[in-house]
């Protein structure tokens, strides 16, 4: 063989080599190596990840979604209080309403008719402070019910959720003197149910087989309080905010998952949040509960998932949280952030994190939307009105299409 031939059975050796090569292992993706590598990683996925709107609850399960686990000054990564219940007939519940919680609200890809009743723990704004845009906002993401409150009465009238609801409306009266006329506002009507606060374990809500209780808090005024939901022999037990008190001690007892203030610790409150020693003090232990005092009280109470929340969870603050609580607590414990999810039954409690879409549109509306009704809608002044300009040559054939492809014979306001 010459040199040259020699050369070239060379080349074509290697090529033949690294051709068979190529040609077993892609072989080995599509037969065999490739199927166990995916199903291993969806296996992955299915065990931490819950994918919203995916996934139906087991008729005997409770799904508990953390929609809001920080401060009243939110952040991208924690929105305030706010608890989401699903159970496994159908029935769903709102726990606070707090600042930027909305916007994980509506990553569950729930429909809004079926998220239609808050119970309000207490009016601190990071415990309803989203409620006027879930509220409001509602009406066009299909809301076409009534959204129900339920909160506590305070030690005068003033101090209580009915007033509180009541100068809501007065202050987005302007809010809704835009809307009624103009879309089907059904979802802008309020219910609210003021319950007594010093109730102790008494029935606020009981149907379909479940059952919320509320219990006294501890917590800034008089007019605060924690609730229990009780539902097919699961007990969920959420304490809003307080500091340990005798009626959370007594009726939360053997609760299966039980969501409890854990608040950052003193010294944090000091070197990381910039309050004055007497304050942090005050705040940390007083006004809410450290992570010591969460321990005792998960102690004493032992549910079957001890649930933290209500600091702003990091990769710093979070093992002296956890430090700090295991000196008074061994048992089963969460310390929460947005997007955690809980799905409870009797065999087990799982704990995940929720994927999000940040790409929400709102589901389809559940009932026929209305007509708006038009003897509702507010006219602009004549100063106003002069003002606007009419564009007719590109207005009237956006009007045109509409008529036309719904049969219809809509006119422009604006001529
Ligand atoms: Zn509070
Ligand atoms: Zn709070």
């Not at 087991?58 to 686990?69: P, Q, S």
């Not at 600091?311 to 093992?319: A, C, L, R, S, V």
């Not at 219809?408 to 001529?415: A, G």
Request: charged fraction near 20%.
């Amino acid at each position: 063989m010459s040199s040259a031939s020699k050369g070239v059975a060379a080349v074509a050796l290697v090529v033949a080599i690294v051709g068979g090569y190529l040609w077993g292992r892609s072989d080995e993706r599509a037969g065999r190596v490739a199927p166990l590598t995916e199903t291993a990683s969806a296996k992955k996925a299915e065990l931490d990840v819950y994918y919203p709107a995916t996934e139906s609850l087991g008729k005997n399960e409770m799904r508990v979604v953390a929609l809001g686990t920080g401060m009243p000054s939110v952040r991208p990564k924690q929105a305030a209080a706010c608890w989401l219940v699903e159970l496994g007939n159908g029935e769903k519940f709102l726990f606070d309403i707090g600042s930027g919680c909305h916007e994980r609200l509506a990553a569950q890809k729930i429909p809004y008719d079926l998220i239609d009743k808050v119970f309000i723990g207490h009016l601190h704004v990071d415990h309803m402070g989203d409620l006027p845009s879930f509220w409001l906002g509602g009406t066009v993401m299909n809301r076409l019910t009534p959204l129900r409150i339920w909160g506590p009465s305070g030690a005068t009238p003033e101090y209580g959720t009915k007033h509180a609801m009541d100068l809501m409306e007065q202050m987005y009266v302007w809010d809704i003197g835009t809307r009624g006329g103009v879309i089907d506002f059904r979802g802008g009507q309020l219910d609210v149910t003021e319950f007594a606060f010093d109730g102790v374990n008494e029935v606020i809500y009981q149907k379909k087989g479940v059952t919320i209780r509320s219990i006294p808090a501890v917590h800034g005024l008089d007019g605060a309080v924690s609730f229990i939901l009780e539902w097919n022999g699961l007990k969920f037990a959420y304490s809003s905010d307080t500091i340990p008190n005798k009626w959370w001690a007594e009726h939360t007892k053997g609760a299966d998952i039980s969501i409890h203030e854990c608040f950052l610790p003193s010294v944090l409150l000091v070197t990381k949040q910039g309050f004055a020693p007497l304050e942090a003090l005050n705040v940390g232990t007083q006004g809410h509960t450290s992570p010591e005092q969460f321990g005792k009280v998960m102690s004493a109470t032992k549910p079957r998932l001890a649930v933290g929340y209500h600091f702003y969870n990091d990769f710093d603050t979070q093992p002296e949280v956890m430090r700090r609580v295991r000196k008074t607590y061994d048992g089963p414990l969460a310390l929460a952030m947005d997007y955690m999810v809980f799905n409870v039954s009797k065999e087990e409690i799982r704990v995940r994190m929720s994927a999000v879409d940040e790409e929400i549109w709102p589901s389809p509306p559940m009932r026929k939307r209305n007509p708006p009704d038009t003897a509702k809608v507010i006219p602009f002044s004549d100063f106003t009105r002069s003002g606007a300009i009419a564009y007719p040559e590109v207005v009237q054939p956006i009007y045109d299409e509409i008529n036309e492809i719904y049969d219809t014979d809509y006119e422009p306001v604006f001529k």
